[in-house]
């Protein structure tokens, strides 16, 4: 062992008073591993989205849809409302739909007379005119209806006194001019200068349309007739009625040869030659037709072509109101010619 004595430390340097004694060490708290807090992915506690007391906002885009919604919901609900309500102020007039589209809708102006529905200048679709429980035709003791076969009716089923037609089996626009009638001692232009009616409807050309005949020729005899009336009954006022339709298995226009499609060329042409004379033209085949252009089976006698007693009350309507709704633009009174 060295002497201390010895060694190079100088003991003042030391303080070495082992009296002294050592403060304890605080013990170091050891934590157990369970106590130890790992982190753990979306432990926290989820917030309320709805706080106690908090409004709900939704998004703009949620808020903008349901006021779209609420505003079409309102629109809608307001047309059905004046559907329902004009619905119901029409059935208390006593008026339909159709009534108001075709009674109604007669636009007279020159030649081109044909009624038309309101809001459209031209229709493939067929009218409908009602006729009046207990009708009579309002011009009864004033007009005369020329034509053939067909028109013969309106007497025949004592619709109209023999004195109103002139009509024959077999007229066509040049016989009636020059044929004789089989109860007067004159033609039937002769007959309307003798009773000068107030109104001249003529419905002819069934006769006049077939595989050989000539529609210009029939047009050009035609004007020769109108021209005969307008000189012997210049006071008279003259309305031509347009061919009427044929059914679609009508036997009568099978066996001469007439087709659909003959009698609608043959109305064009005729609707045209009134626009050029400037006499009213009544489209009577679209009255009568269904949704093909043929002739209503219900409005039409078993040969396909001649009218059924009710059917003639059609025409009849049909002609007044053209008369009612007419203008004179030069006199005030009926369309001039």
């Keep these: ?35 130890i807090h790992t982190p753990v992915r979306n432990s926290a506690p989820k917030r309320n989205p709805n706080p106690k007391g908090s409004k709900y906002k939704p998004p703009k885009e949620t808020i903008q849809i349901y006021v779209v919604l609420s505003v079409a919901i309102l629109i809608i609900v307001t047309v059905v409302f004046i559907i329902s309500l004009n ?32 809001n459209s200048s031209e229709s493939s679709i067929p009218q409908t005119i009602s006729v009046p429980a207990g009708y009579k035709y309002k011009y009864a003791d004033d007009d005369l ?31 009636v001019h020059y044929n004789t009638l089989s109860d007067y001692a004159g033609t039937a232009v002769d007959y309307a200068g003798h009773i000068t009616p107030k ?15 000539s529609v210009s020729e029939m047009i050009k005899d035609y004007k020769e007739l109108i021209a005969a009336l307008r000189e012997v009954t210049p006071n008279s006022k003259i309305c031509v009625i347009s061919v009427p339709p044929i059914t679609k298995d009508s036997s009568a226009a099978d066996s001469a040869g007439i087709t659909k499609k003959m009698i609608d060329d043959t109305n064009k042409q005729i ?12 489209d009577l085949n679209s009255h009568l037709s269904d949704d093909e252009g043929y002739f209503k089976a219900e409005y039409a006698e078993g040969d396909g072509m ?16 053209l008369w009612d709704k007419s203008v004179d633009t030069q006199t005030g009174g009926e369309s001039s010619q």
């Excluded at 029409?90 to 008026?95: A, I, P």
Aim: net charge negative; proline share 5%; glycine share 6%.
């Design 1 to 35: 062992m060295s002497d201390r004595k010895n060694s190079n430390t100088n003991s003042d340097d030391f303080d070495l008073d082992f009296s002294k004694k050592r403060e304890p060490r605080a013990r170091e708290q050891i934590i157990q591993p369970e106590e």
């Design 306 to 321: 001649h009218f059924k007693k009710a059917t003639y009350n059609i025409l009849l309507v049909g002609v007044e109101q």
């Design 145 to 175: 209806f020329v034509g053939d076969s067909i028109l013969s009716g309106l007497s025949t089923y004592d619709i109209l006194s023999t004195h109103n037609v002139a009509a024959e089996i077999g007229f066509t626009p040049y016989k």
């Design 87 to 118: 619905s119901t102020k029409n059935t208390e007039n006593g008026t339909s739909d159709n009534d108001s589209s075709s009674l109604s809708a007669y636009l007279i102006s020159g030649g081109d007379s044909s009624p038309k529905p309101a």
């Design 199 to 213: 109104h001249i409807n003529i419905m002819l050309g069934t006769n006049s349309i077939g595989p050989d005949a």
């Design 271 to 282: 609707k045209k030659m009134c626009s050029e004379i400037n006499v009213p033209y009544f």
